[in-house]
């Protein structure tokens, strides 16, 4: 059976033809007599329902309150938002981006020359420039016999306790099984441990011949292990925390053979994944012709990293850095100086500030009324992965293609000549109907799953923006960011407020309350004469103004914009990520293999399908059945 699904998300591309945003010095905090100032009062209705975190606790949130028992949106919930839809509308630099972002990829099994070590000196986690030394084992003639099984380790690990690392002696029995293992600190022999990965099968630990010969990890090798080991399981969030302050784990495996019924066994302790590495810690690695370690990982089969960091595909978007030279929405909301690694280095003045302070305030949204919140459990929700290049770059001209790697990474073929692109700015569908995503099933992970209080749908706030000092194109700017269906000449579009964005919350309408709004010039609060606007008719006059100073941005990307923020854009019964495949894979990986680019044995071939472009009329995905394989190339078939 062939499942169709709309992906939750979408994306606007970056403006065609344009390089860069337009950046050039802000309006600064001078008093100018002709600029203006005033408030906004906004109306804000969510259409679905809101979800705001962050209040009380894991176990027993609650609905944000004021101290007299209101309900609110903080204003930092508004200003992300609405700063949001802005930096689109004009074309402005892509404030939320880690230009030296780079994606982590599992390795295949193209990687099993790899060599086991054991750490000697541990090197140091905060510099790149101080990498470990490693006492290498001998390679592995054969590493499918070079192998202690079950029994023995469970016996090691019940008798005497066995640690990843551990040396051992043994003696070796008929075919190459080793037997006769000993525990024993002058081993001969190194054990290697890892989280159980067949469950059902017979677990069997790598154990290699320990070598006399040490070499030093590259500072990029080094390097790449760092970023590496921060996108594994036990670096991650909830992991993170329950591992604080431990080194080791304990492996339990669940075996099941073929005349008895399942039992756990105890294997021995593993090493968590952490970029501090202990002396005697067995990692692997891999050597260049001068015998120095060019790549370090916690596994045999671990992870590496992609190349063309994500600041190389946004043409000239990244984060604004200098108040000098500011894109339209750092010049009106503010510009924080994105984080530079060379401060702590001591490159740079550590009293130097290059951020520049916004000319809009946000008050918060206070709900009218009484509110009951309405309580729910939230499915599994993980952090996004710009790493599936199928989905986060343009693929134009690689679409259906394959390759090794597959295409889909960061660095494969499918960049040369030059890196692609990212797909843009990233849009969640709006969906007016709940089709059940948006809640936990039964059957889910418990650990996986969070609590939540939500607004209920209908729920109505008002909010105050107060501005000082912006010239009138700029508050024709805030206005169309306010009300994007009058700029975008398309009715009833909506914004997106608060978390779940994925499970279809947070669709919400806004407009402007103008009989409590209003906008004078900054020098009459001083006496001087000044202009004094009617917002109400003066409004559309300030949007046109807006309009006429990005021609390049009001075709094609707000036509662009439009569609991702209508709610019938596409039908909301099929939004959903990847659907759960037959072995009951929850996170639709069969469906990310299926569509990668991927060029392997004959059992791995699978051209790249990439996301559907907001242009699409038709937005579904297909998820072939599990294990389905593309037919191989061959005389007819090319």
């Known amino acids: 059976m062939v499942e169709k699904f709309v992906n939750p998300y979408t994306f606007v591309p970056l403006p065609p033809g344009l390089e860069s945003p337009d950046r050039r010095p802000p309006n600064w905090h001078l008093g100018d007599p002709d600029l203006l100032s005033g408030l906004l009062t906004i109306r804000i209705k969510a259409e679905t329902r809101l979800l705001i975190r962050g209040f009380g606790t894991d176990e027993k949130p609650v609905l944000p309150r004021r101290a007299d028992g209101r309900a609110f949106v903080p204003g930092s919930s508004v200003k992300g938002a609405l700063r949001s839809l802005h930096e689109t509308l004009t074309g402005s630099c892509l404030r939320v981006f880690d230009a030296k972002f780079f994606p982590t990829y599992r390795d295949t099994a193209r990687n099993r020359g790899r060599l086991l070590a054991l750490v000697e000196h541990p090197g140091d986690p905060e510099k790149a420039d101080s990498p470990p030394t490693v006492r290498l084992c001998k390679p592995s003639s054969n590493p499918r016999t070079h192998r202690i099984d079950q029994e023995d380790l469970e016996k090691l690990a019940r008798t005497e306790g066995l640690v990843s690392g551990d040396r051992v002696h043994f003696q070796p029995a008929e075919k190459g099984r080793l037997a006769q293992v000993v525990k024993a600190d002058n081993g001969n022999w190194v054990v290697f441990i890892s989280d159980e990965r067949n469950p059902g099968e017979r677990y069997k630990a790598h154990v290699r011949e320990l070598d006399d010969k040490r070499a030093d990890v590259t500072p990029a090798a080094w390097q790449d292990f760092l970023h590496a080991v921060k996108d594994t399981d036990d670096q991650r969030n909830r992991r993170a925390t329950e591992n604080a302050g431990k080194v080791t784990e304990e492996v339990r495996h669940k075996y099941a053979p073929k005349d008895g019924a399942e039992r756990e066994v105890v294997i021995g302790e593993r090493y968590l994944s952490s970029p501090a590495l202990v002396a005697g810690q067995p990692v692997w690695v891999e050597l260049n012709g001068s015998?120095?370690?060019?790549?370090?990982?916690?596994?045999?089969l671990w992870r590496h990293v992609g190349a063309h960091p994500s600041g190389e595909r946004a043409r000239e978007f990244q984060p604004c850095d200098t108040p000098e030279a500011l894109c339209p929405s750092c010049r009106l909301f503010g510009s924080i100086e994105p984080r530079d690694p060379d401060l702590d280095a001591g490159t740079r003045d550590r009293a130097e500030q290059n951020s520049y302070r916004g000319h809009v305030r946000f008050g918060d949204a206070v709900a009218a009324g009484d509110v009951a919140g309405e309580p729910t459990t939230l499915p599994p929700m993980g952090a996004p992965r710009p790493g599936a290049g199928q989905f986060y770059l343009r693929?134009?001209?690689?679409?259906?293609?394959?390759?090794?790697?597959?295409?889909?990474?960061?660095?494969?073929?499918?960049?040369?000549?030059?890196?692609?692109?990212?797909?843009?700015?990233?849009?969640?569908?709006?969906?007016?109907?709940?089709?059940?995503?948006?809640?936990?099933?039964?059957?889910?992970?418990?650990?996986?799953?969070?609590?939540?209080?939500?607004?209920?749908?209908?729920?109505?706030?008002?909010?105050?923006?107060?501005?000082?000092?912006?010239?009138?194109?700029?508050?024709?700017?805030?206005?169309?960011?306010?009300?994007?269906?009058?700029?975008?000449?398309?009715?009833?579009?909506?914004?997106?407020?608060?978390?779940?964005?994925?499970?279809?919350?947070?669709?919400?309408?806004?407009?402007?309350?103008?009989?409590?709004?209003w906008a004078r010039s900054s020098g009459s609060r001083y006496g001087a004469q000044g202009q004094v606007l009617e917002l109400e008719s003066d409004a559309e006059k300030l949007v046109a103004q807006f309009r006429e100073s990005v021609p390049e941005l009001a075709g094609t990307t707000w036509k662009r914009l439009a569609k991702a923020l209508d709610p019938d854009?596409?039908?909301?019964?099929?939004?959903?990520?990847?659907?759960?495949?037959?072995?009951?894979?929850?996170?639709?990986?069969?469906?990310?293999?299926?569509?990668?680019?991927?060029?392997?044995?004959?059992?791995?071939?699978?051209?790249?399908?990439?996301?559907?472009?907001?242009d699409a009329e038709d937005q579904t995905l297909q998820r072939e059945p599990h294990g389905g394989q593309p037919p191989r190339p061959g005389r007819n078939n090319r």
């Not at 015998?291 to 045999?300: C, E, K, Q, R, T």
Request: contains cysteine; hydrophobic residues 35%; aromatic residues 8%.
């Open 569 to 614: 854009a596409v039908k909301p019964e099929q939004v959903r990520y990847p659907p759960v495949d037959e072995t009951g894979d929850e996170n639709g990986f069969a469906f990310w293999r299926q569509t990668s680019g991927e060029e392997g044995a004959k059992d791995a071939r699978f051209p790249l399908k990439s996301l559907p472009g907001i």
């Open 291 to 300: 015998g120095d370690v060019v790549w370090l990982g916690l596994a045999m």
């Open 395 to 517: 693929n134009d001209v690689v679409e259906g293609q394959m390759g090794e790697p597959p295409l889909r990474e960061w660095g494969s073929k499918a960049d040369q000549p030059e890196p692609r692109e990212i797909r843009g700015r990233k849009y969640y569908w709006h969906t007016p109907k709940l089709n059940g995503r948006e809640k936990a099933q039964d059957g889910q992970n418990d650990e996986m799953t969070s609590k939540a209080v939500l607004f209920p749908a209908g729920t109505e706030f008002r909010a105050d923006l107060a501005f000082t000092d912006i010239d009138a194109i700029q508050l024709g700017s805030l206005i169309a960011a306010l009300s994007p269906s009058v700029v975008l000449e398309r009715p009833g579009l909506r914004q997106h407020f608060g978390g779940g964005r994925p499970l279809g919350y947070g669709g919400c309408t806004v407009d402007i309350d103008f009989e409590k709004s």
